[in-house]
């Protein structure tokens, strides 16, 4: 982990402890241990709540620690980190020859922990961002709204913790709604998307978190949005208009008809309901001008509507939702008119602001009832028809017919409204209802009148309306014009069914006095072409074998007064229908048509009705088609049953067909059934109902299937959460299989049965493969676990994505670990060089340690491929004796004798060593080396198979006293010399020159009178003793001085002797004699003289005594004293040799 180095002035051997929390000194603590001779720090143990040891290893070395399952790195984060350890350098006082006192140092250090990238993002509270996320419908330009903020967690630290947000769509989803904010996780609504919660409900969102690591992990979280409902739909009626009748002695309280609207927006914003209101066609205001008597100013003026003005005022809506329109008053026999005119308005109740619609409601008034039409299969009848855009004028795209529902010859009359259209237009134009005869039977055919356009409207809404003229009882049918992308006058009747009155028992002629010659009714017809011949209308009553009173009646053909032409008895025929015909007076210019354009329409003369008939349906069994995520409320089918009895009133309800509980509803008035719970098609996927319907005395039931139809909202699911596998590094057998996943969809369709498999996060796409279709997981490319580019363990996604790529997407973790092999030999990466110090005697067998080495095994540090055996190959002798040992398991060297510096063969050494790992088979130390290339400028590294070379270097002690280059110095100094003044320069030397202590001071041996020594640098930057004067007071003649000096580097002292002449200013020193040797005698050795524990201290002197004209003697002795005693006993030399002036012998 770490390794701590003190240093020591001394140059002491030193060792390492830790000290704990009492201060004691140890080598272990729980969680680590510390080399004393080294420093180097290492984890050995852990807390067995926290930990478990893998390996262990009898030697110093540690085994491989790792964290126990369910515990995280971070949790020795948040227990103790940084750990806080003491620990203490001590040195053995080696250096010296006499015993001192220890010294110790302490160090604090601090253990972080490194994180490895092992934890992928997670989002903790993914479950309910589907509860939670919502947005308004509508689109957000500016200023968009935080729709949820996403957070997910990594447990990993530093960068592998931090997370990037980003969102995922399949390949083929263009529409992308929402932004996320990458460092944030806040989800936003796309500025280019329209949110329409009638298209889209809910939006589905996959957020993808990825963390910043080397080798980056991934986490997902899917949810979906839901698109809050804006009140943006009016409701719409099921038909354009709506008509009925009633009998004139008709019953108050009554229910006469049941008007239905539909909105597509929410529930809330679709709360439907109803309430009647006056035609206000009916009703023109006149600001100003003259008035009658009694008249107002603003009044209303009846004018060509005043019949209808208070029509609603018979009716009422007792339910304001259900839509069921009651009589609330009789009608007075008195009163002449023929039919009732009002508005529905359907209002929705939504929020902030309603919207409403209003349709026209027509109710006719005849005399009593029978028996509504029966519409006939046939094959030019179909319910939808497709029909293209460019198809030409008066083509026929429906032909049908209805007969008398009570089985008579009754005729019918038929009428066309045109119901809601897909997109605004003005269908009413478009399409017409023609009667036709044909081998004496009436068809109605719905045409083309003019071109359609598919870019107005894809689809039209038609019903057609069969009336049976003696019962007013209608049955209505409803078709669906599909406008397929592709693309003058008849006359038209005013009204489709012209009615009118005439008493029995009255002649013509009677007839005419008592009603003042007008006539039965009026029949109109309107040609809108130009003025002229073709737009001329002429009448004609048919003679058709329905028309049974063609006879009794006339028309004027050109008015269209139809009149009585006999007497009638209403107990033999209580009404009379009449076929007349209007046409104009060209031929037809219309494609297919010959004679001029023609039309009819029935004129009927009415009496009354009895309600005896049960409700029945058109279909014994009804199939109906719903989304599984359908909201509750939504209608799936309306289904009518129909009444003969026309003033019948018609209430639903549903039932399961075999007993128990069905998550739909039937809405009473009008028969559509609704989903009243959530859907799920895996569960069930068809459901058999049985649909009721009562007028209050008879009951009719049909069949009903429900199809529920599967939606994609099912992620493919992965038969494991992970997949891990243990395989061999560096395997030459690629490509190879390491998986095989399958996933499995619960969503019973085709497509999201179609899955496919793809890879994402580590080494996806180089390393592995996936079959898109088979889900085997393979190797590619050889994988290395070895630093310094392998990994052990590789971590990537699989996803499984439904509807061929397109749809949902499922998630599994994969895990590969990698079986390390001996494929790495250890590696001795630096430079090998060692220290030690000369002279260092071992205390032990063990030698002295000065320096360890250590090679690097990429290897599997848990296997023997890693664990390595140091040895030295080529070692030095002195005597036949190794200087050098290594321990095989740490790599320390130590010295096995005492070294010697100043020897020139103990200088410096070089021996090799090897590191060996125990891998089968062992592998060989290797030293990473360095060439270059002059001759082509280029440099390549070889690696060196076998030992590598450790330089050892004897590091140098001040175990040798220094020496001065004579052993006497002569100098001359003027009298008149200044203070400080130089007078000589002397040097030394000293064997221990890489010596850290080897610096030389100069001194006087004794304090002198006239001079001072100092410690200079000359020229070479080398030490060297200035003698300089002190005192300029001397003696008014020449005379001469003698001094001693020493030169000292450590502990070791040399001295020497100057002796100067000090000669007045006057005199020419150089004239002086005497200066020349005139005889020499060389040093002798008296060893015997020097007690045992002195220091002995060979003197050799010149002695020059320069005054006058006296001879030149010279002496030499042996001065053997104390060392603590130098000073005195110089002293007393100095006094002996020259006192008095007088030369005396000294043995």
């Known amino acids: 982990m770490c390794s701590f180095q003190a240093r020591d002035p001394d140059r002491d051997q030193v060792e390492y402890a830790f000290v704990d929390k009492n201060g004691k000194e140890t080598y272990e603590t729980t969680l680590f241990h510390i080399d004393k001779d080294t420093g180097i720090l290492v984890l050995t143990s852990v807390p067995n709540e926290v930990f478990e040891r893998v390996e262990s290893n009898p030697r110093p070395n540690p085994g491989l620690i790792k964290l126990r399952a369910g515990v995280h790195a971070t949790d020795l984060l948040r227990n103790d980190s940084p750990y806080n350890l003491t620990v203490i350098a001590r040195d053995d006082g080696s250096c010296c020859s006499t015993e001192s006192a220890q010294h110790t140092a302490l160090a604090t250090v601090l253990i972080g922990i490194e994180d490895v990238n092992n934890n992928k993002p997670e989002f903790h509270a993914c479950a309910s961002y589907g509860e939670m996320a919502k947005i308004q419908e509508g689109v957000y330009k500016k200023d968009p709204p935080v729709i949820i903020k996403v957070e997910a967690t990594d447990e990993d630290s530093s960068s592998n913790g931090q997370i990037v947000y980003s969102l995922y769509y399949a390949q083929s989803e263009s529409r992308k709604p929402f932004v996320i904010d990458k460092l944030t996780g806040v989800l936003t609504p796309s500025p280019h998307v329209i949110f329409d919660r009638e298209t889209r409900p809910r939006e589905d969102v996959t957020v993808k978190a990825t963390d910043r690591g080397d080798r980056p992990l991934i986490g997902f979280c899917q949810f979906s949005i839901e698109v809050v409902d804006v009140n943006d739909n009016a409701p719409q009626f099921d038909r354009a208009s709506y008509e009925t009748s009633i009998s004139r002695s008709e019953t108050v309280g009554t229910s006469i008809l049941t008007v239905f609207a539909f909105d597509n927006d929410a529930p809330h914003n679709a709360n439907v309901t109803y309430h009647l209101e006056a035609d206000p066609s009916a009703v023109v205001y006149v600001p100003r001008g003259v008035y009658e008597e009694h008249s107002l100013e603003n009044a209303a003026i009846r004018s060509l509507g005043e019949e209808f003005q208070d029509d609603a005022s018979f009716f009422r809506i007792l339910n304001e939702h259900s839509g069921e329109i009651t009589l609330m008053k009789p009608i007075p026999r008195n009163l002449k008119k023929d039919k009732f005119v009002f508005n529905v308005v359907a209002d929705d109740n939504g929020i902030p602001e309603a919207q409403r619609t209003t349709v026209q409601v027509t109710i006719k008034i005849h005399e009593k009832q029978q028996a509504a039409p029966r519409w006939q299969t046939s094959p030019d009848c179909k319910k939808e028809v497709t029909v293209v855009e460019n198809t030409e004028m008066n083509k026929v795209l429906l032909r049908c017919r209805a007969v008398a529902g009570d089985g008579s010859k009754s005729s019918i009359v038929y009428k066309l409204t045109n119901g809601a259209v897909s997109r605004p237009g003005k269908p009413d134009s478009k399409f017409r209802q023609f009667n036709k005869i044909e081998d004496g039977r009436e068809w109605v055919e719905v045409v083309i009148m003019e071109p359609l356009d598919y870019e107005q409207a894809h689809n039209y809404t038609l019903t057609l309306t069969a009336t049976d003229v003696n019962s007013h009882v209608s049955s209505s049918r409803s078709f669906i014009v599909l406008v397929e992308d592709v693309n003058d006058v008849v006359p038209q009747f005013t009204v489709d069914l012209f009615t009118g009155t005439v008493d029995e028992e009255l002649t013509p002629a009677e007839y005419l006095e008592k009603f003042d010659r007008k006539p039965i009714t009026t029949v109109k017809a309107v040609d809108s072409d130009s003025n002229g011949p073709q737009n001329e209308v002429h009448y004609r009553i048919l003679d058709v074998p329905d028309n049974s009173g063609a006879q009794l009646f006339r028309i004027d053909e050109l008015t269209g007064e139809i009149w009585p032409n006999a007497k009638f008895d209403r107990e033999q025929k209580d009404m009379y229908i009449l076929t007349v015909e209007a046409r104009d007076n060209l031929p ?436 060297v003793g200035v003698l300089r004067v002190k005192r300029v007071s001397f003696f008014s003649k020449d005379f001469q001085v003698t001094d001693k000096f020493s030169a000292g580097s450590g502990l070791w002292i040399e001295g020497s002797f100057v002796l100067m002449h000090v000669s007045q200013s006057s005199c020419d020193v150089s004239s002086v004699h005497g200066f020349s040797v005139l005889c020499e005698l060389a040093p002798f050795t008296r060893q015997s003289c020097c007690a045992t524990g002195s220091m002995c201290l060979f003197v050799s002197l010149w002695l020059r005594l320069l005054h006058y004209q006296r001879n030149l003697c010279r002496i030499q002795f042996i001065l053997a004293f104390e060392p603590w005693n130098v000073n005195n006993n110089l002293e007393e030399l100095s006094e002996l040799l020259f006192e008095n002036e007088k030369l005396l012998s000294v043995s």
Request: hydrophobic content about 35%; aromatic content about 8%.
């Open 588 to 1023: 037809s210019a219309l494609p297919g048509a010959t004679g001029p354009n023609k039309d009819n329409v029935k004129v009927q003369i009415v009496i009354g009705d009895v309600n005896d008939n049960a409700p029945s349906f058109d279909e014994p069994k009804y199939v109906g088609k719903v989304l599984e995520n359908a909201d509750p409320g939504h209608d799936i089918i309306t289904i009518k049953a129909h009444d003969m009895d026309k003033h019948s009133t018609l209430r639903y309800d549903v039932v399961a067909a075999q007993g128990g509980r069905i998550p739909f509803g039937a809405r009473t008035d009008s028969g559509a059934i609704f989903v009243k719970e959530p859907l799920d098609y895996e569960q069930e996927s068809v459901y058999h109902l049985r649909l009721l319907v009562s007028d209050g005395r008879h009951n009719a039931s049909t069949d009903v299937f429900i199809y529920v139809e599967d939606v994609n909202d099912n992620a493919p699911v992965f038969e494991q959460p992970s997949y891990s596998t243990t395989i061999l590094e560096e395997d030459p057998d690629i490509p190879k299989v390491l998986f095989h996943v399958r996933a499995t969809d619960a969503d019973k369709d085709e497509k999201s049965r179609r899955i496919v498999y793809l890879l994402e996060g580590q080494g996806a796409g180089e390393f592995f493969r996936i079959g898109r279709e088979t889900g085997d997981i393979e190797l590619v490319k050889a994988l290395d676990r070895d630093p310094p580019n392998g990994v052990p363990t590789w971590n990537f996604i699989v996803q499984a994505i439904d509807d061929d790529g397109r749809g949902l997407i499922g998630y599994a973790d994969v895990q590969v670990n990698l079986k390390d092999i001996n494929d790495n030999a250890p590696i001795f990466a630096d430079d090998l060089y060692g220290y030690v110090e000369e002279n260092r005697e071992p205390h032990s067998r063990d030698g002295v340690y000065f320096m360890d080495v250590r090679a690097t095994d990429y290897d599997d540090p848990t296997t023997d491929n890693a664990k390595l055996e140091y040895s030295i190959v080529l070692n030095k002798e002195i005597d036949g004796v190794p200087v050098f040992r290594i321990d095989p398991f740490s790599g320390k060297i130590f010295a096995m004798r005492a070294l010697d510096r100043e020897l020139p063969s103990e200088r410096e050494f070089v021996i090799e060593v090897r590191a060996t790992d125990r891998g089968t088979p062992p592998r060989e130390g290797k030293s990473l080396g360095f060439s270059s290339s002059p001759q082509t400028s280029s440099a390549h590294y070889v690696l060196v198979v076998g030992a590598a070379n450790v330089t050892i270097k004897v590091l140098d002690k001040n175990d040798n006293a220094p020496s001065f280059e004579r052993t006497q110095y002569d100098a001359v100094v003027a009298e008149t010399a200044p203070v400080g003044a130089a007078v000589i320069s002397v040097s030394a030397t000293d064997p221990d020159d890489e010596a850290i202590d080897n610096l030389f001071t100069y001194t006087l041996a004794d304090d002198s009178k006239y001079f001072y020594m100092t410690t200079d640098r000359d020229s070479s930057d080398s030490y």
